[in-house]
């Protein structure tokens, strides 16, 4: 591995993480059972964690809840990061306004 890499893997291993306490209470008690289930949140903020590799997490975008599967390349990350807010939509082109 590049030097690079091995600098961000140790600062997100050292710094402390912020993970939803409702979050962490329904991803242990999902764990516990065998069937798996959507969990929903509201919680943009929390920061994912191994604890939540494999389980499905629905995220809230302002609108509706997004439904994204946690895999190992997603820790360290937000999980606001993976449900976008904003959906931008192109300037038409027969659309005058836009080209003045």
Do not use: Q
């Not at 912020?18 to 329904?26: M, Q, S, T």
């Amino acid at each position: 591995m590049p030097p690079s890499r091995k600098k961000k893997k140790r600062f997100v291993a050292k710094k402390k993480s912020f993970v939803a306490n409702k979050l962490l209470e329904k991803i242990n008690k999902i764990n516990t059972k065998t069937e798996k289930e959507i969990i929903k949140t509201w919680s943009r903020a929390s920061t994912i964690v191994p604890t939540m590799i494999g389980h499905t997490i629905a995220v809230h975008n302002g609108k509706e809840h997004l439904p994204i599967y946690i895999n190992n390349d997603m820790i360290g990350h937000k999980l606001g990061e993976f449900a976008p807010t904003l959906n931008f939509r192109e300037h038409t082109k027969n659309d005058n306004k836009s080209s003045r």
